[in-house]
């Protein structure tokens, strides 16, 4: 296992080291001259050639990206042209609300697909598995802020059970934290939702149809037993696969969602950087989620050998 671990964490250091360079690129890539667009329309040529030399912009790309390596791997981000701030302050102060929003939301997925996934394979064909695949096509049909308006709109204008915006931090306390991001954690969770318990569905409709599924039933033990022991277990791998993949539609959907919510975190931070051009602060972000993605996938590998012993790499 501890060798396995080490390959997978060696073999993520060119994934890393492509990340970064494609990350370093946005510079060059976005249209139009950064120095130029930062300097302003009133600007003379002479303070876009200031800001192009303070930015760095007037050396070699290798030069550029080799100091931007360095500086990385002593933990420095840069410096937002904007705020004048570090980039890794700015990108701390936000972490807190939008990793809540994406635990609360992987934890109520879970919870909510996997059963759902489990009782439509169970009833196949009938009614109840027609709902549940019915609620899962409109899941993952409706656009992530759509189906946010239309909880604001219900639970927390209508109704006033909710807040319709905000955050309030975990040191304030449990409820008060988890309130704030009931809304928010639906209306991302939903396309999530849909598709766990599709995934669900169908990896248990081939597990229930093996001999050892019969054998447990000619044995007289219970559906609850069968179905959540014996043939979950055995589904499991692509239930975990999906999981992990699911991890870049939820860091793709905060954006949406702590918009539509007002919630202060890295998605409200990206936009307000990519409308400003703030290069340091995308650069910053993009890395942050590419790095998480990656290690996300790192411990989906590692959890197929947990979740079936006959896995071995």
Not at 182 to 189: D, E
Not at 249 to 262: D, Q, R, Y
């Amino acid at each position: 296992m501890l060798s396995y671990v080490a390959r997978r964490i060696v073999s993520t250091l060119p994934v890393m080291a492509i990340v970064a360079l494609f990350v370093f690129s946005l510079l060059y890539i976005a249209p139009g001259d950064p120095a130029a667009v930062i300097a302003g329309d009133q600007a003379s040529p002479a303070d876009v050639e200031r800001i192009r030399a303070g930015l760095g912009l007037d050396r070699p790309f290798l030069v550029q990206f080799g100091s931007w390596v360095w500086r990385i791997l002593h933990g420095d981000l840069g410096t937002s042209i904007f705020t004048n701030l570090p980039v890794a302050s700015m990108i701390g102060q936000r972490m807190e609300p939008t990793l809540s929003l994406m635990l609360v939301t992987l934890l109520l997925t879970i919870i909510i697909a996997v059963p759902l996934g489990v009782i439509a394979a169970w009833k196949a064909g009938s009614l109840i598995d027609r709902a549940i695949m019915t609620f899962a096509v409109f899941g993952f049909s409706l656009p992530v802020f759509v189906v946010g308006y239309i909880l604001a709109y219900v639970f927390a204008l209508k109704f006033e059970w909710l807040p319709v915006q905000g955050y309030t931090p975990l040191s304030d306390g449990v409820w008060p934290w988890l309130k704030n991001l009931i809304l928010p954690a639906i209306a991302l969770g939903c396309v999530y939702i849909a598709l766990i318990a599709r995934i669900t569905r169908a990896a248990m409709l081939e597990v229930l149809q093996q001999d050892y599924i019969r054998t447990a039933r000619a044995k007289g033990l219970g559906q609850g037993g069968i179905l959540f022991v014996h043939a979950l277990k055995n589904a499991a791998v692509p239930i975990v696969t999906v999981v992990g993949i699911g991890i870049a539609l939820l860091i793709g959907g905060a954006v949406v969602t702590e918009s539509v919510f007002a919630i202060p975190g890295l998605g409200r931070l990206t936009i307000d950087a990519i409308l400003r051009r703030d290069y340091p602060v995308i650069q910053g972000i993009v890395l942050l989620f590419s790095f998480l993605y990656v290690l996300v996938n790192l411990l989906i590998d590692v959890t197929y050998t947990l979740v079936d012993p006959r896995i071995r790499y």
